[in-house]
């Protein structure tokens, strides 16, 4: 594809329920970020992964949240047991490469909101 | 701990009159700062990085490590500049490796008027 895509677009769901959140980054790139960006803050770093592996996790805000990358493309991330705070807009970017030295492209995000 | 703080939520300028977005940062250790920009109803998109020391669609930003600012400037805005700006900073450890994950600011809202 041209570039990142993310599904669904818009996501609603009650609390307490369990949703997934779909990446798909430019073909080719091996860095894949997730950021979360709630009303009137800027993206909020979650996760990011080089190939298959997680190399940083730090940014999940606990272990509600959980990301995989099986096969080093395609990323889906999880939220157990939603809570009302979770409502946010998720983004998914990928870059070439690690690191800052290649931009990293965005993804139209996903708007989650938790009843 | 890194962090970014752009003091401006909105800014409003008229077409022509030059404009300065605002960003100061903190990092203990050498950092890499950019300008991303979302213009209406499209994705977030990277305007600018100081390591490029480009100017791109006129905007220019220095680097400046003893304010630690990252200030985004354009002398003369444009209509179609209106847009949401983000200043954004990612580390660099001992190596030289970046770490790739960014801190993002607030962002500002720029409004230019004709």
């Known amino acids: 594809g041209a570039g990142v895509s993310q599904t669904p677009s818009n996501k609603v769901t009650e609390k307490g329920k369990y949703v997934e959140l779909r990446c798909d980054p430019i073909?080719?790139?091996?860095?894949l970020y997730w950021y979360r960006q709630s009303l009137g803050q800027g993206p909020e770093f979650l996760i990011y992964f080089q190939g298959t592996g997680a190399a940083d996790d730090s940014g999940l805000p606990n272990d509600r949240f959980f990301a995989v990358r099986p096969e080093g493309s395609v990323s889906t991330l999880k939220i157990q047991r939603t809570e009302r705070g979770d409502s946010a807009v998720y983004l998914c970017a990928s870059s070439s490469v690690q690191g800052g030295d290649q931009p990293q492209h965005f993804g139209d995000g996903t708007r989650l909101s938790i009843l | 701990a890194q962090r970014v703080t752009q003091p401006e939520k909105l800014l409003s300028v008229f077409k022509g009159a030059p404009v300065e977005l605002k960003c100061n940062y903190s990092?203990?250790?050498?950092?890499?700062l950019f300008w991303y920009v979302q213009y209406s109803r499209q994705r977030l998109q990277l305007l600018l990085r100081h390591i490029s020391r480009e100017s791109i669609k006129g905007f220019t930003a220095d680097l400046n490590k003893g304010e630690t600012s990252f200030h985004l400037k354009k002398p003369f805005a444009q209509e179609e500049d209106s847009a949401m700006y983000y200043c954004?900073?990612?580390?660099?450890?001992?190596?030289?490796?970046?770490?790739?994950?960014?801190?993002f600011g607030q962002g500002t809202i720029l409004t230019v008027h004709p």
């Open positions: 954004a900073l990612s580390g660099r450890n001992a190596g030289g490796t970046s770490y790739g994950k960014l801190t």
């Open positions: 073909s080719g790139h091996t860095a």
């Open positions: 990092y203990s250790g050498s950092p890499e």
